[in-house]
């Protein structure tokens, strides 16, 4: 069996320019713009459509299932923050995996972030939808037909609001970051702003009475509460696709991890409490636009529940913002190391944006927001994102042993216990998703796997350095004859 192929973090650093100007991306947010950013990127569907899934599993015990699914996260952001500052590219944990783990098992990252960011962003832009549509209602009294809100899978034929958000965040994207950055930052201000006047309103009427039962399906409604609550974190981790567009990526990256994660845990479970402490865990549990309905319970009138309907509109839409930028910032580090089609790595010298790539993934996922029923693939998200997770942390150690000098501005703290930790919480999580997501997810694997020995293998730009390097050719030489 020939040797994984790994690429080490100094090359992945020198390839990128990621310590001076990367690869034509211009480097311009700062630590707020990139707190903003992550809080913009996860708070989102997760708490505003979310929420009452996860209520619907473990009732009033939702805050513990928040809390055990942000201990999970916390562990693997620590090893986040630990790669992001000492290999600061756009590639993330496909970058982190190409360094610590091999070649093969980068791919298989990438191809599973292919499903964390694709199902996110058609999934967000599905409940960005809903959410459209409460608010016309408490506007106008008037809202979409099915027809032109619902995919063919939920009683409608085009989920037209869908594609708009989707089609809207890529002309954002494609006009540059700092345009994008700004939006992002906006929108998140609005959202939280929106949110804890939700919490405001909702302890105002709050009720000892509705936290009793505190866990009516005991561990295992916890259990499951967690892993529907886990889909509410997804996109902590974009936040080190910026790694090539950050003013000072080695500090700012670690920090503006380790602070969203604990303002979001923070966010999510006074919001919880403050839900269901007002009208209780049943009439929560599964109710489409679940604050607004809160809202308007509590005040007796539609216009509260139209503010949260306008705030979820902002909150969600900046959500897709964000996962579409990581989506592209990692295909973008995958062609460059020629994985993947050599469009996706092309910038735009007028927008320092990869313009093609972004259009593409647009039109790409606009299709399943736009026709698909997307409940039944919401585990198979959750176990993707779950496994990359377990493949950061394991990245860390085997980065640790292997590359002992390597400059690293955050080291994770309980060095080796909360890597092991970490992979520990992602794989009893992955237990919970159930033995058919299991079977859905080795499928999905092994075509990722065939995709790349069919292309990937043979176009890599390391595998063609190597082999030119065996046959006397200079890897500066082979890589000018493979942009030639």
Not at 104 to 113: D, E
Not at 209 to 234: D, H, K, Q, R, V
Not at 282 to 292: F, I, K
Not at 355 to 382: E, H, K, M, Q, W
């Amino acid at each position: 069996m020939p040797a994984p192929r790994i690429k080490s973090p100094h090359l992945l650093v020198a390839e990128s320019g990621a310590d001076r100007e990367g690869h034509g991306l211009k480097r311009t947010m700062g630590l707020f713009q990139l707190i903003c950013f992550g809080v913009g990127a996860i708070v989102g569907t997760g708490i505003f459509v979310g929420l009452s899934d996860s209520v619907a599993q473990a009732g009033p015990a939702v805050v513990v299932s928040f809390i055990l699914a942000a201990i999970t996260c916390v562990f693997t952001a620590f090893s986040f923050a630990e790669l992001g500052g000492a290999i600061p590219v756009s590639g993330s944990s496909y970058s982190f995996a190409y360094a610590g783990l091999g070649e093969s098992t980068a791919f298989l990252v990438g191809w599973c972030l292919l499903l964390e960011y694709g199902i996110s962003i058609s999934a967000v832009a599905v409940g960005w939808s809903q959410y459209v549509n409460e608010l016309l209602h408490s506007l106008t009294g008037w809202q979409l037909p099915d027809a032109l809100s619902a995919g063919p899978g939920d009683g409608g034929v085009v989920n037209l609001p869908a594609v708009i958000v989707i089609a809207m965040a890529a002309v954002l994207l494609v006009r540059g970051v700092r345009e994008s950055a700004r939006a992002t930052a906006a929108m998140a201000a609005v959202k939280l702003v929106i949110l804890l006047a939700f919490c405001a309103i909702g302890y105002s009427a709050f009720k000892d009475g509705n936290l009793t039962p505190f866990s009516p399906a005991g561990l295992g409604g916890i259990g499951a509460g967690t892993t529907a609550a886990f889909f509410s974190y997804i996109g902590f981790d974009a936040i080190t696709t910026a790694g090539e567009e950050a003013k000072n990526p080695r500090r700012d990256i670690p920090v503006a991890i380790l602070v969203c994660m604990a303002l979001v845990t923070l966010l999510y479970c006074a919001v919880a409490v403050a839900a269901i402490g007002a009208i209780g865990a049943h009439q929560v549990g599964g109710r489409p636009a679940a604050l607004s309905y809160v809202v308007n319970m509590v005040t007796g009138s539609t216009i509260g529940g139209g503010v949260i309907a306008f705030g979820a509109v902002v909150a969600i839409a900046s959500v897709v913002l964000a996962v579409m930028y990581g989506q592209t910032r990692i295909l973008l580090s995958m062609s460059r190391d020629g994985l993947i089609p050599r469009a996706f790595e092309k910038v735009s010298p007028k927008t320092s944006t990869p313009v093609a790539g972004t259009l593409i993934v647009a039109c790409v996922f606009a299709v399943p927001a736009a026709f698909a029923s997307l409940d039944s693939v919401v585990n198979l998200c959750t176990i993707g994102t779950l496994a990359i997770m377990a493949v950061v942390n394991i990245a860390v150690m085997a980065l640790r042993r292997r590359e002992p000098g390597l400059k690293r501005s955050f080291r994770v703290p309980l060095y080796p216990v909360a890597p092991l930790l970490g992979v520990a919480f992602c794989l009893y999580l992955m237990y919970e998703t159930g033995w058919q997501t299991w079977v859905q997810f080795a499928v999905f694997l092994v075509v990722g796997l065939g995709v790349y020995y069919a292309y990937g293998r043979r176009h890599s730009t390391l595998g063609r350095a190597q082999a030119a390097g065996a046959a006397g050719v200079t890897p500066n030489a082979e890589r000018e004859r493979q942009e030639a």
